[in-house]
T-cell receptor, first 115, second 116 residues
Framework: DGGITQSPKYLFRKEGQNVTLSCEQN?????MYWYRQDPGQGLRLIYY???????QKGDIAEGYSVSREKKESFPLTVTSAQKNPTAFYLC??????????????FGPGTRLTVL | AQSVAQPEDQVNVAEGNPLTVKCTYS??????LFWYVQYPNRGLQFLLK??????LVKGSYGFEAEFNKSQTSFHLKKPSALVSDSALYFC??????????????FGAGTQVVVTP
C-alpha cells in the first residue's frame, strides 16, 4: 500500500449524515485521486487533484466533496446528497501533473456502510 | 473516448499451470497500459505497465504482459501460478493523446482462483 494511509478502515453512516474519509501520502506526489469500488464495476473516479488548492470532478462526483489544502492530504466528504454511498473507497496518488505514464499508488481503502 | 474490457469475470487455474488474464482496450491515440492486483479488503498494487518499446513487459512477482497493437490487447501472464496469486486483477488504460491529465480507465476486474 506504499506511503498512503486511509482512515478509518471501516465507517458507518446514518441516513442524512455527512462523513469525511481521510487520505494522507508521504510520497511527495503532486496528484491525488479518489475512487469508488463496487462489486463487478471496477473503479470509478470521484475527484482528482493535480496540485494543491486545485481539484476536478471525475465521473461520479455528485454527492461528494473534497479539499486539497496541503500536498500530502486529500480528504473526501460523503454528503447526505449521495443516495447510495455504501462502497469501498480508494485513495491514490501519482508523481507529477503532466507525466501521464506514471502509475498510481493506492491506499488500503475505507469501507463505508450506510445503516 | 477510452475504454478497457476484461472479458472473463473469473479465471480458474491449477497451481503450477500457466495463468493468463485477458485485457483489450480502445483509445484514439497511443495507449499507456497498466495491470494492478487487489487482495481482499486491500488497496490495489501495481504489477507492471506498458508505455512504449518492447512489447513484452516484465513486472512484479513473476508476472509479464504482452502488448499487441493489432489486436488492441494487453494480456497478463504468469508461467506457473501459485495459490497466493489468487486475487482480483485489474487492467487500466490511459490515452497518451489526451491532455496532460489523462484519465485512467479501469476494467471491471478478473477474479483469479488458483487451486492446489
Amino acid at each position: 500500500d506504499g506511503g498512503i494511509t486511509q482512515s478509518p478502515k471501516y465507517l458507518f453512516r446514518k441516513e442524512g449524515q455527512n462523513v469525511t474519509l481521510s487520505c494522507e501520502q508521504n510520497l511527495n506526489h503532486d496528484a491525488m485521486y479518489w475512487y469508488r469500488q463496487d462489486p463487478g464495476q471496477g473503479l470509478r473516479l470521484i475527484y482528482y487533484s493535480q496540485i494543491v488548492n486545485d481539484f476536478q470532478k471525475g465521473d461520479i462526483a455528485e454527492g461528494y466533496s473534497v479539499s486539497r489544502e496541503k500536498k500530502e492530504s486529500f480528504p473526501l466528504t460523503v454528503t447526505s446528497a449521495q443516495k447510495n454511498p455504501t462502497a469501498f473507497y480508494l485513495c491514490a496518488s501519482s508523481i507529477g501533473q503532466g507525466e501521464t505514464y506514471n502509475e498510481q499508488f493506492f491506499g488500503p481503502g475505507t469501507r463505508l456502510t450506510v445503516l | 473516448a477510452q475504454s478497457v474490457a476484461q472479458p472473463e469475470d473469473q479465471v480458474n487455474v491449477a497451481e503450477g499451470n500457466p495463468l493468463t488474464v485477458k485485457c483489450t482496450y480502445s483509445v484514439s491515440g497511443n495507449p499507456y497500459l497498466f495491470w494492478y492486483v487487489q487482495y481482499p479488503n486491500r488497496g490495489l498494487q501495481f504489477l507492471l505497465k506498458y508505455i512504449t518499446g518492447d512489447n513484452l513487459v516484465k513486472g512484479s512477482y513473476g508476472f509479464e504482459a504482452e502488448f499487441n497493437k493489432s489486436q488492441t490487447s494487453f494480456h497478463l501472464k504468469k508461467p506457473s501460478a501459485l495459490v497466493s496469486d489468487s486475487a482480483l486483477y485489474f487492467c487500466a488504460v490511459r490515452d497518451s493523446s489526451t491532455d496532460s491529465w489523462g484519465k485512467l480507465q479501469f476494467g471491471a476486474g478478473t477474479q483469479v482462483v488458483v487451486t492446489p
